[in-house]
């Protein structure tokens, strides 16, 4: 079964502050996305990440891929309150024809 | 840029009663998802379609079902609300080929009482 997990599932920074949220998955995937969804609203899609080594930045954050690791990250640089929301990483689930598997995503609050 | 709607941002039923949840895309997209979000679950596929009048059953279909006579449409039916289906429910729609982002409209918040 194919498992998507991320870490932390909660965190609390302070504006300014530097921080990593990972995603981690259990198959071979060269395809990940990452979401953002804020409070009482849809998801957003952010990020899409194609192959590995793959990088994208937009703003304050920055999305890497690495297939080999089946690790991605979502690095937060110099935090602002605006960027506070849950951010969920997600994988293509293999055999299914365009399903994604979904983290159970990470509530980033960002306090001044 | 990509619009998925649905049909009501907050809808309150009572228990028994049939509920229509209906999703509409605007970019020829092949595939449609419902799914439902609750605190602590996370995001869980009811079902989903990848063509007109195909359904496939997600991860938790029981207690629901699903029809898609448009390509543009795929509304979601509850036969006989129960309080348990007090949830968030999101529609997506992606491309069948290429990259797969799914596209999520904004949301129908569903109490049942």
């Known amino acids: 079964e194919l498992k998507v997990e991320q870490n932390p599932l909660f965190l609390s920074m302070q504006e300014g502050k530097n921080y990593t949220i990972y995603c981690n998955y259990s198959t071979t995937s060269d395809r990940l996305y990452w979401y953002r969804q804020d409070p009482g609203k849809s998801l957003e899609s952010l990020f899409v990440?194609?192959?590995?080594?793959a990088v994208k930045q937009e703003g304050r954050l920055m999305a890497s891929l690495d297939t080999k690791a089946r690790l991605s990250t979502l690095h937060i640089t110099a935090a602002v309150h605006d960027l506070s929301a849950t951010y969920f990483c997600a994988v293509d689930d293999w055999g299914s024809q365009g399903n994604l598997i979904f983290g159970k995503g990470t509530k980033l609050s960002v306090k001044p | 840029d990509v619009k998925v709607t649905q049909s009501s941002r907050y809808l309150v039923k009572r228990t028994g009663e049939k509920v229509f949840l209906e999703c509409v895309q605007d970019?020829?997209?092949?595939?449609m998802f419902w799914y439902r979000q609750d605190p602590g679950l996370g995001l869980r596929l009811i079902y989903f379609?990848?063509?007109?009048?195909?359904?496939e059953k997600g991860d938790i279909p029981e207690g629901y079902s699903v029809s898609r006579e448009k390509k543009e449409r795929f509304s979601l039916i509850l036969e006989s609300a129960s309080t348990n289906q007090t949830s968030m429910y999101l529609c997506?729609?992606?491309?069948?080929?290429?990259?797969?982002?799914?596209?999520f409209g904004p949301g129908t918040r569903l109490l049942v009482l």
């Open positions: 990440l194609l192959s590995n080594g």
């Open positions: 970019m020829d997209h092949e595939n």
């Open positions: 997506a729609s992606s491309f069948r080929t290429g990259p797969g982002t799914q596209y």
């Open positions: 379609s990848y063509d007109v009048k195909m359904k």
